[in-house]
């Protein structure tokens, strides 16, 4: 069988994986006491996880995750339809693309975290600023990748259509539409893991929900384990957005041989 | 009774305007007809107008001057009559080899049953059944091309424009379709116009071949195949007149004397 390598390899590499993670745990409950690393800098495994199950009774940190994964998930799906969207118009109309490039340059080059600040002024102490920073940083990455792979459908898949008498509409959604999913998919695992940077950071600048302000509270109180708890929801949070991304993906893309699929890193 | 024409060109001219600078004229007058169930081959140097001629049949593009008729009616824009193949298989990697078969008869509306009967006779005509749910990554160049084939004739053309269709395959793999499209465009009766640089197959599919100049593009001769068993191009292979016709056609393409014509090209290329 010439599956049986292939398969091989993929148990050493998560035995390897499993054992490193015992070897990260390990190091982290006893390495800073060895190092002489005071508690307050890094607190160690068991610290961490008596002041996460505080937080659970105390400081509703359930309640501040799904908070969080609301404002992340309605940021990600309106950030990557328009993005989608405007991909899809930008990629079929050259001369918008030309008018309206510098602009989208130029928003995509500022830094579009430090836009929280002004939507939280326009907006006040809601989740609204939070997901609207989210909708800005998804919104690029997904319609750069559908703008050019629509403009990179193979002419010749066009003219096949059209001879087939494929009206406009026939040939967007059989022929362009499918042919940006790949593209698509890679925008949107990138924006998966963004969403969570624009919630977190709106979060930060200001109120009084959400994991970014349990972060911010832990900070004000000097109280390290708080933070490293938040910062370890923060990434299950955005693990298990960027997984969705991936099952999404193989569902969708299941046509593509496996080799060219993303893998779960 | 006359022959029905199937397929023809008037006067067809084709001028480009060369990306602003002037224009160049890709076609120059072209004329020919093709009978029902005729195939005719269309070589000549690259970049002569071969595809500009067969995108003007297919209504893909409007010619400056003249026009194309098929089937009596004159071509204004892609129509039911024809079908074109190009030597990429343009399969849709997301479809099933079924499904990418079905793919113009979908679009042009054919209902789904009937559809399905005649994507499925043609699958098992060219031995693909057992592959017709499979993804094209999946199979082999030549199972790429022939599904490629069965998506052209699904959708039931009177005439079928084929662009270089096995170029891209190798060698043994390439007889072996041009035996299965012989085979099939004697059995569904189609008539076809083929592009192609290979004399061999030309003289070996054709009944007829048309040879081009260089731009502008003209017909300058008209070769009839006089060989038995047009079906059965690997037994014409071996037919002792096909050396001669192969011989005509490269004195025609002035074949030979090129080589001397590219020695400067590629000196000059050298000393860059």
Redesign the interface.
Known sequence: MTLAPANVLVRRGAAASASLLVVFLVAWQWGPGWLGIPTFIVPPLSMVADEALRMWQVNHLLLHTGVTAGEVLAGFLIGSLMGAIFGYLLGMSPTAEVALSPYILALQIAPKVAFAPLFILWMGFTVYPKILVAVLIVFFPVMVNVLTAVRTV?P??V????????TRA?IFW??EF??S?PPMFAGLRIGSTLAVVGVVVGELVGGNAGLGYLLSFGEGQANTPMVFVSILMLTLVGSVAYVAVILAERRV?H???ARMRATLQ | MPPTVRLEYRDVTMQFAGGGQKAFTAVSEVSFSMRDREIVSLIGPSGCGKSTLLNIGAGLLAPSAGAAFVDGERVTGPNAHVAIMLQKDLLLPWRTVMENVLFGAEIQGVARDERRARAQALLAAFNLTEFAGHYPYQLSGGMRQRAALARTLAVDPSVLLLDEPFSAVDAQTRMVLQRDLALTLQRERKTALLITHDLLEAVTLSDRVLVMSRRPGRIIDEIEIALPERDNPLARRQDAKVQGYVARLMDRLDIGSTADRSAPRAAGQDSV
């Open positions: 193979d010749d898949l003219n096949l259509a059209r001879a087939f008498k494929a026939q059989k022929v499918p042919s999913l893309l046509y593509m041989p």
